[in-house]
């Protein structure tokens, strides 16, 4: 079987402590094209050597002294942090099969060998393995563009504040309740606002100096969480002195869409007695 031009480099490493088993799959290894095929016949090694060489396939003998199969995967399951674990184990035990599957192994080969059948599950499991990395990689590729929009979204906020400070007399911030969280400029003494702390506001509801049915209406698009833009209304002052301001502002909601309050600015066009 020709081997997928992106395979011949994949890493493979053979653990067996037969020699002659390790000499065998060698040079079929060899003679299908693969380039960095390497092996141990000590299965205490395979845990370091993974982490060192993250091999593409682990071709593992199950039935070895001093460790078995069984306790490598154990071993390559809490030491790697790579989830997938690339391995095919070797047996010539059909009861073995379903186990070292349950304990994590991607596939088997029975022993003695058939060539043809050993080169076409390598071949299947490294098209599995590359297909499995290219997917972790466009996870994590798809990872830092969130990361890096996320930034350039907190740039592009910061600067917004900026100039809306800059191009209006205060800008401000309420969360979902109402309450103010952030407050630019002189919004509190211009509306008359009379609170002990930005979350606690304590300007009465009914104070005659607002026009009662512009109240209304801002508060109705605050309520149906529109945007509103140069909204005019007005109030006077304890001694007679009438403010009119135009306020703009929008709703402010998360990544999964939950409202968490307003934010916006105003200016004061005019006063007059």
Same mark, same amino acid.
């Given at each position: 079987m020709m081997v997928a031009p992106h395979l011949p480099d994949a890493r493979i490493l053979i653990v067996d402590d037969q020699? !002659?088993?390790?000499?065998?799959?060698?040079?079929?290894?060899?003679?299908?094209? =693969?380039?960095?095929?390497?092996?141990?016949?000590? +299965?205490?090694?395979?845990?370091?050597?993974?982490?060192?060489?993250? =091999?593409?396939? /682990?071709?593992?003998?199950?039935?070895? +002294? !001093?460790?078995?199969?069984?306790?490598?995967?154990?071993?390559?399951?809490?030491?790697?942090?790579? +989830? =997938?674990?690339?391995? /095919?184990?070797?047996?010539?035990? +059909?009861?073995?099969?379903?186990? !070292?599957?349950?304990?994590? !192994?991607?596939?088997f080969i029975s022993k003695p060998f058939d060539l043809v059948e050993v080169r076409t599950r390598i071949h299947n499991m490294l098209e599995v393995r590359?297909? =499995?990395?290219?997917l972790a990689e466009h996870s994590q590729q798809l990872e830092r563009a969130v990361r890096e929009r996320t930034a350039e979204l907190a740039e592009s906020e910061a600067r917004y504040r900026s100039l809306t400070e800059l191009a209006s007399d205060w800008y401000w911030e309420q969360d979902a309740a109402g309450n103010f969280t952030k407050v630019s400029g002189p919004v509190l003494e211009m509306l008359g606002l009379r609170v002990g702390g930005l979350a606690d506001e304590a300007a009465p509801a009914n104070d005659p100096g607002w026009n009662e049915a512009e109240r209304v209406a801002l508060r109705t698009a605050v309520a149906a969480r529109q945007p509103f833009l140069d909204y005019a209304f007005s109030r006077s002052d304890a001694s007679g002195l009438r403010h009119q301001y135009r306020v703009s502002g929008e709703p402010m909601f998360t990544q999964a869409c939950r409202f968490i309050g307003y934010r916006g600015i105003g200016v004061e066009i005019f006063d007059h007695v």
């Open positions: 020699d !002659a088993n390790v000499q065998l799959l060698q040079r079929m290894l060899d003679q299908a094209g =693969y380039t960095q095929v390497s092996s141990t016949m000590d +299965p205490t090694e395979v845990g370091a050597l993974h982490r060192e060489h993250a =091999y593409d396939l /682990i071709l593992l003998d199950l039935q070895m +002294p !001093a460790m078995d199969g069984f306790q490598v995967m154990a071993v390559l399951r809490t030491s790697n942090s790579d +989830p =997938y674990l690339p391995v /095919i184990v070797l047996t010539a035990q +059909p009861g073995h099969k379903l186990r !070292a599957l349950q304990s994590g !192994a991607r596939d590359l297909l =499995y990395r290219q």
